[in-house]
């Protein structure tokens, strides 16, 4: 006889590779006892705009929508043509579902309020990241954090629906758009993966409870900008120099995180001395790959703090972030807070 290979959960619910994602978050919504299905329904929706946009970037060379808009975002930075279309699929998704209350999304200085107070959901989103790699076909990516709206249902948005600390997600993950599209999320009962198959326009789950390796031989940060590094982050990288550790960084958020995700490693955007709360930002690219890198058995900090327990306090916040294998974020945490301590003795 032959038997089929599956995967229990952790919550016992047994899937095997293979399952398309549609059916794994049925399966899946058995998690949330007292869950009316919206958050299935929402993360279906986000998988279909994450399709839209699949497709667009397939062919970004060839309608010539690679390459500059024109506009800058609030940020200053240059947007895209694509990062405009992808801010617009998953606007729509989003909107037309009938989930969602709120979104935060990179591309909008202000919050999208959708007016619809029947919402519970509120999202935050990174439609298009690591965009400055589309025109020379590098990966890119789409985070997405959820969370619950604090304010009761009915009733018009407040600040404290927005402003939550990560650890109130309750889902995130992330769109790799690169030799093959995958979805990755956790609703926190662990952390599943998604091959997204062209021809049929599906995802099937290729990569259940991921599981991070406790240490990897790979460190991902820009050293170009080694100069404006504090000590602590520079002791770090020479240890990982001493022990010959592979650098391996292209620029492309999702894509430095799934590598060392799957292979074990470090990824770190410290602060620098012109930027000292570091370039990511808190809402909508750090917290949702924090949130997947602990319920991988990793870990994500700033330097010293849990990025999950942050107080928000403005919608496009930055933070330094260094996240990924539990071992080598704890080693860098150490270092940093020695050197920041041994420093601060000594000026005294
Ligand atoms: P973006 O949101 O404007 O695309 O910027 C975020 C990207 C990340 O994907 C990447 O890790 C980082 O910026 C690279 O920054 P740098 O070029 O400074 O190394
Ligand atoms: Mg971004």
Redesign the pocket.
Known sequence: MKTLPYQPDRSGLAYSVGTTLDRFIKLKQSDFPFASGELSQLLRDIALAAKIVNRETNRAGLANIGGAFGQTNVQG?EQQKLDVIANIRFMRALSKGGEVCAIVS?EEDAVIDLQNSSGKYVVAI?PL????NIDVNISIGTIFSIYRRKSPVGRPIMEEDIMQPGTEQVAAGYVLYGSSTMLVYTTGNGVNGFTYENSLGEFFLSHPGIQAPKRGEIYSI?EG?EREWESGVKAYVDLCKDRKYAARYI????A?FHRNLLKGGIYI?PATRKNPSG??RLLY?ANALAFIAEQSGGKAIDGNRRIMEIKPNSLHQRTPLLIGSKEMVVEAQSLITNTEKKITEYSH
């Open positions: 930075e990179e990174d990241d690591g965009s400055s820009n900008l620029g492309s958020l999702v430095d955007y370039k990511l690219e």
